[in-house]
């Protein structure tokens, strides 16, 4: 049975996310839709919605070992429902995909798993918070989680601190996705400080950082015109931090969309045009892992560098996803995705 | 040129039709002996394929219970969440059709025969709807249910999600095995610390039922390396009388001024051109003899082993792209050597003597050196050889090693007769057969081999055979046989049956591991029935005694030769360690077996109640016996078989093997049989001139039509004298070499005249049919054309 | 001139050692000349027509066909000499027996790439042929066997012909009708004729004779 065939298909939701697939993302029979003025309830809200058709918890770090060598680490479980219920056994119609990845300056560690709801093996439950797939687990009370993953070529086991509020993003957390108005809910915990051991086949390696957590769902993500998109989340040096994503569109246009966070948390949301995000380089796979991004509003005017080009996610819905510098108006560190670019 | 030439080669044929005939129906023939085997060796190897595709079995290590119960569900999370990549695995009956359920995401690529993309809706598959995968014929049986057909699935399978096959087989949160997956992640807990009772049994180079029919197979593979030797044999003693009809033809053609490498492409094309005809006819051939035998061969197959062999013969390009392989390619070998013959041969040679008996000399001596060195490899291998590759060049050696002497050993007898010989005419006939040899000796070679892989297959099927039902006696003792549906059932038989018995012996066992030897261990109660019938191939003094006192344990001959056990040795099981008091012959099983008392498997393997029963008691008993039981308990007479029966269909199942064997057996002498017709009427053309001196000198044409009769059947007789032991010497390598190293165990070899006998008779007759056509042809022989010889003569 | 033989040498082993068959044989043939080769068993004038006729290669010496040195051509050459230059009458006829009359004659001229299916039709009308041109050479006797094999010689008009007692399994007067035919047809093609024989009858026909004795001109 060809597997990845069988999961690719599967995870069509994700995978029109990812890729534009036309035709999904319009109709969403049964599911619920993402509505504006969310009102979020937590830590209920942590926790799954079954009866969304996606969703997703998605953990991005940039991690310094004590030689300054700089890291990127990548942990995210995504939920695809077959049917808007959450249901009990082989029957449930909830699928699980657990991605999770280390990037040093010279290699990139990939491991995926694949689950069935309904019998244990992966989920989210709010209170007690626990999201997991197989052994690897995100546990805790959000203002300490600890997460582990494992692979045959790599492993880490790292503990997390929040060290300031959730913030929203786009209206109060009901972020618009294009000018038809696709959208989703989404908010992030942009102010972990991380650290813990990463088992690389080199051997242990202690590492401290600051990690990122996007809790993103929906029914219809992307509209028919869509093909990719390419995600942003930086901080600077000088405690700011700015989400930014470019959802690229058949027609050569995008629709961008920025959220500038101060460093107690105070956010700016910025609509379709704001900001402007420019490849400047290719890799060997034609994927542009140099950029240059502006946010004039903010006086934002920055080139931003992946730490390794090679960061590709060879997983069953492959993408780009690894740390990446920043230099220019502002300094300092971030998280890059790209989909789209198969 | 080109159209000038090909139509003088070709016309060749075209006057001398028997001749082309003969070419095309050695190649053919050849052929379709070679790839009807091939053909029904491909076709079961495809069904024991996609079974194994099925379950991964083999290819990957597995997690199972140590008492061989399923598992619940939960103990799959718990492995999972440990770190453990493991797959689960359900499976079971459903109206005779094993059901298979596996997990699409969590299960290695390559399990299964289904691709779900194809016809398969995956909501649908995982929604607990019901799709099945299973080929048509399976599909017949589950009239009920969503059937997706692919023809890739296993006969007799059906695959589908393992929430669907949890619910068809009323095992709900059960799983019977776990796939251990490879590359497993760092920081894996101990399997001790999550699932105490699962055992871990490693991949094998190939499946159980792989291991099990191998053993049938085998004895196919044998003969089809026997009949592509045959068929060597015969197609290149085709080509060379073809090329030998025609030396004076292409001496023409050259002297005419047809270039020498014009000659050799179109000669050559012509041939290959030949051997694709024939080809594709001997292709054909056996696909029909494949077909005749598949059902036989299925029903052998599923009868000893319980394998699911498709009744149906698939074209499979394997074995049809080998069968013209071989045509094309014995064509190319007997043809390279001719064709460089020609390409040698003087233009201005025409006046010499034949060139058959003359070139015989020379390469007598270099054969009678090849067979030598074969001979001797074959002989030191015959102690040292282990494994299937040494048995094979074992095999191998010896069979080609003799087939090379056997010319020189005719010849060395025919030089003694005729010394010995005091008729005029007995010196005339022993020195014109020695005269005679080269011509024929390829013929007698391919008879040579047909005749002693009949002697040497028989001999093991028969050997087989006789074990078996010794074997059977021995295992078969009760008078009768009783499965239980539950442990109700069981309990109601035992207190039925107790007082209308003289005793009840359940049999139960479980599946474990010893000595990292998947074993199955069996708990006897002591009865007089085991001490009596079974027999051992060692033992230590009284040890039934003290295995049914608890305290030693008995194993099979597969468990002592796999783990180096021997009596005195000491095997552990569920942590309790047994000294072994006796190994036993177990034959057909593919893995290891171990038996202690009833007490000590009741204290190891709490969870297994009995739900087989041997019950002795007076035969004739049996029938009133099962009414009443029915009457009594419900359980019904379609539950119990009685010792007879089992015995009946177990020795019918030989049957079968013996049908498929003698028709093989039949087609390889026939097949030996034309190749000795065809070398004597290429060879009675040829021979006018030898003859005619002896009707000059007072022999009539009749005489000298019935020497010839006397002499192929003589010649026949003197190659069956020279097959007989070399049958038995690979009969022997069969089953004292080859089949220890494919199964484990050795058979004993038994010897069966009569049968030697009547496949002597055969022969002789096959050689006697196949010699009468020519001879009656030289007895007619008109006298203007024994004339001929000397008006002719220079 | 058409053919020109200077001091050819040849040599065979044998079991008594070598032997020298040809020790320095010269001969000169015109176009239209008839030449008879003679002498006895073992003189080596066999070998010498073998030689001429491009069927072996001598160990010393040299052949022209007109300008053309045969001694220096390979096999192939030599094939294509056999096909078109020279033709061979054998003594054993060496038709092909699987093929009709008609075809053995149209045969050597067909692998020439020289049919002519008008002379074919003169030749075998001339050899007295035509009713048998169905059947196949088993069916035909021997002097009707020999006049098919030289309309075969003769069919792609070669311009010198070889023949190696040409009815020495022929009887008399078969043997005469024979020879008759063969002169009158070789002359009218204007080709050099060189015969060898041992009947001195035979070679009393010949425009000039050659007497070979002990491997040399006698």
């Not at chain 1, 959450?86 to 449930?92: H, N, P, Q």
Request: hydrophobic fraction near 50%.
């Amino acid at each position: 049975m060809n597997v990845k065939v069988f999961m690719l298909a599967l995870f069509l939701p994700i995978a029109a996310f990812a890729q534009g697939f036309a035709g999904l993302g319009t109709d969403a029979d049964g599911f619920s839709v993402p509505q504006p003025d969310p009102q979020f309830d937590f830590p209920t809200d942590h926790g799954a919605h079954p009866d969304y058709r996606i969703e997703w918890w998605y953990l991005t770090a940039n991690l310094t070992a004590a030689d300054g060598t700089p890291y990127g680490l990548q942990w995210t479980l995504f939920r695809s429902a077959l049917a808007p219920e959450a249901g009990e056994g082989w029957t449930a119609p909830q699928l699980w995909m657990g991605h999770a990845a280390v990037t040093t300056p010279d290699d990139h560690f990939v491991a995926e798993r694949l689950a069935r709801g309904g019998i244990g093996q992966a989920g989210v439950t709010a209170d007690p918070f626990e999201a997991w797939i197989d052994d690897w687990s995100l546990v805790g009370d959000w203002d300490t989680l600890r997460m582990t993953a494992s692979a045959p070529d790599f492993a880490y086991d790292m503990a997390l601190t929040a060290q300031g509020p959730l913030i929203f993003h786009g209206d109060d957390g009901y972020s618009v996705k294009s000018a038809a108005g696709q959208a989703s809910y989404y908010y992030s915990q942009p102010f972990f400080a991380i650290e813990g051991t990463l088992q690389l086949p080199e051997g242990d390696i202690a590492v401290t950082g600051n990690a990122w957590l996007d809790r993103e769902w929906s029914s219809q993500p992307l509209a028919d015109n869509q093909t990719g998109w390419d995600w942003f989340s930086l901080s600077f040096d000088d405690g700011n931090k700015m989400m930014g994503f470019r959802l690229q569109q058949t027609d050569g246009n995008n629709f961008t969309s920025a959220t500038w966070i101060t460093p107690d948390g105070v956010t700016t949301a910025y609509t379709d045009g704001a900001l402007t995000a420019t490849p400047l380089a290719l890799n060997d796979d034609d994927v542009p892992v140099r950029w240059r991004v502006e946010l004039p509003v903010r006086g934002v005017d920055v080139k931003v560098d992946a730490i390794n080009e090679d960061a590709w996610m060879t997983t069953s819905v492959p993408y780009w996803e690894g740390p990446v510098t920043v230099i220019g108006s502002h300094q300092g560190i971030g998280y890059l995705e790209m989909t789209g670019y198969e | 040129m080109t159209r000038a030439t090909l139509q003088a080669l070709l016309s060749h044929w075209w006057r001398n039709p028997l001749q082309l005939f003969t070419l095309l129906a050695g190649l053919a023939l050849a052929t379709a002996l070679w790839s009807g085997v091939q053909a029904v060796n491909a076709e079961a190897r495809a069904s024991y394929d996609a079974a194994a595709a099925t379950l991964g079995e083999g290819q990957y290590d597995r997690l199972v219970r140590r008492d061989g119960q399923p598992m619940p569900q939960e103990t799959y999370v718990a492995l999972r969440r440990a770190g453990w990549l493991v797959s689960p695995v359900v499976q079971g009956r459903l109206d005779g059709v094993r059901v298979v359920g596996v997990e699409p995401l969590t299960a290695p690529g390559g399990i299964g025969p289904v691709d779900p993309v194809q016809g398969g809706d995956i909501t649908e598959f995982l929604s607990g709807e019901g799709q099945l995968f299973a080929n048509a014929e399976t599909a017949l049986a589950l009239p009920d249910l969503n059937v997706i057909l692919t023809p890739e699935a296993a006969p007799g399978t059906a695959v589908t999600d393992i929430g669907v096959a949890q619910r068809l087989l009323g095992k709900l949160g059960q799983i019977d095995s776990l796939i251990v997956l490879p590359g497993q992640p760092k920081g894996r807990a101990d399997l001790a610390a999550v699932a105490p009772d699962l055992t871990l049994q490693p991949a094998q180079g190939g499946s159980d039922i792989g291991r099990l029919t191998d053993s049938f197979h085998l004895n196919l593979t044998a003969f089809g390396l026997l009949s592509f030797a045959v068929g060597i044999f015969i197609v290149n003693g085709a080509i060379g009388l073809a090329f030998e009809q025609r030396r004076p033809v292409v001496r023409t053609l050259r002297a005419l001024g047809l270039p020498l490498r014009n000659v050799v492409i179109l000669m050559g094309a012509e041939l290959m051109i030949f051997a694709l005809i024939a080809g594709v006819i001997g292709v054909a051939l056996g696909y029909g003899i494949a077909a005749l035998l598949l059902p036989d061969v299925a029903a052998t197959l599923r009868g000893l082993y319980g394998a699911d062999v498709s009744g149906t013969l698939q074209l499979r390009p394997s074995w049809w792209l080998s069968g013209l392989a071989i045509a094309l390619g014995g064509t190319a070998i007997a043809a390279s050597g001719a064709l460089y013959q020609i390409s040698k041969m003087p233009l201005l040679a025409a006046a010499q003597p034949r060139a058959l008996a003359m070139a015989a000399g020379r390469q007598a001596v270099v054969q009678g050196v090849f067979a030598a060195i074969l001979l001797c490899v074959a002989g030191v291998m015959m102690f040292t050889a282990n494994g299937l590759i040494g048995g094979f060049t074992l095999l191998a050696s010896l069979l080609i090693g003799a087939a090379l002497a056997l010319p020189l050993i005719l010849d060395r007898i025919l030089a003694a007769s005729s010394k010995i010989a005091t008729s005029v005419t007995a010196q005339w006939f022993w020195a014109d057969t020695r005269q005679q040899l080269p011509g024929l000796s390829l013929a007698l070679m391919a008879l040579l081999l047909a005749m002693s892989a009949n002697v040497g297959v028989s001999t093991m099927v028969s050997s087989f055979r006789l074990t078996f039902t010794d074997f059977l006696d021995q295992r078969l003792a009760s008078e009768l046989y009783i499965r239980t549906e539950n442990e109700a059932q069981s309990a109601a038989l035992v207190a039925f049956a107790t007082p209308r018995t003289d005793i009840i012996l359940p049999i139960q066992s479980a599946d474990t591991e010893v000595a990292g030897q998947p074993t199955e261990v069996y708990g006897a109660r002591d009865h007089a029935t085991y001490r009596d019938n079974w027999v051992f191939l060692q033992q230590a003094a009284g040890p039934w005694d003290s295995t049914f006192g608890g305290q030693t344990v008995l194993i099979n001959e597969q468990l002592s030769r796999r783990a180096g056990l021997n009596v005195g040795d000491a095997i552990v099981l569920q942590g309790t360690s047994f000294q072994i008091a006796g190994v036993y012959g177990d034959y057909g099983n593919p893995i290891g077996q171990a038996v202690i008392g009833e007490g000590v498997f009741a204290t190891l393997y709490p969870a297994i109640i009995p739900q087989n029963f041997g019950l002795r008691m007076d035969p004739v008993a049996v029938p009133d016996f099962l009414t009443d039981l029915e009457a009594t308990t419900g359980i019904r007479a379609t539950q119990a078989v009685n010792q007879a029966s089992i015995k009946a269909i177990s020795l019918s199942i030989f049957e079968r093997t013996f049908t498929v064997t003698t028709a093989l057996n039949i087609l390889t002498l026939a097949v030996a049989g034309f190749a000795i017709l065809m070398s004597l009427l290429t060879l009675a053309t040829m021979r006018i001139p030898q003859l005619a001196p002896a009707w000059a000198m007072g022999m009539t044409r009749s005489q000298i039509g019935r020497l010839e009769l006397v002499r192929a059947v003589m010649l026949a007789l003197l190659t069956a004298v020279v097959a007989l032991p070399l049958g038995l010497a690979l009969a022997w390598a069969l089953l004292a070499v080859v089949n220890v190293a494919a199964f484990g165990w050795q058979l004993p070899m038994y010897l069966f005249p009569m049968d030697y006998a009547r496949l002597g008779l055969f022969a002789l007759l096959a050689a006697a049919i196949a010699a009468l056509w020519p001879a009656r042809r030289l007895a007619r022989t008109p006298p203007a054309d024994l004339l001929k010889v000397f008006s002719n003569e220079r | 001139m058409l053919l020109t033989v200077q001091n050819i040498h040849k040599t065979y082993q044998t079991a008594d050692g070598p032997f020298a068959v040809l020790r320095g044989v010269d001969l000169t043939l015109d176009a239209g000349e008839t030449l008879a080769l003679t002498g006895e068993s073992g003189s080596g004038k066999s070998t010498l027509l073998h030689l001429i006729g491009g069927l072996d290669t001598p160990d010393q010496g040299h052949i022209h066909l007109g300008e053309l040195d045969i001694t220096t051509l390979d096999d192939n050459g030599r094939a294509a000499l056999r096909r078109g230059t020279v033709g061979v009458v054998f003594q054993q006829f060496n038709l092909i027996p699987s093929l009709r009359v008609s075809d053995n004659i149209a045969f050597q001229a067909r692998l020439a790439d020289r049919y002519d299916p008008l002379w074919d039709a003169t030749l075998a009308e001339r050899m007295g042929l035509t009713p048998h041109l169905n059947k196949y050479p088993e069916q035909l006797s021997g002097g009707q066997q020999q006049r098919v094999a030289i309309a075969r010689t003769l069919a792609p008009k070669p311009r010198l012909v070889l023949a190696d007692e040409p009815t020495g399994n022929l009887d008399e007067a078969t043997a005469a009708a024979v020879l008759d035919l063969m002169l009158e047809l070789v002359s009218e093609t204007g080709a050099g004729l060189l015969i060898v024989t041992h009947s001195t009858e035979l070679a009393g026909r010949m425009s000039r004779r050659l007497h070979l004795r002990a491997g040399q001109v006698a």
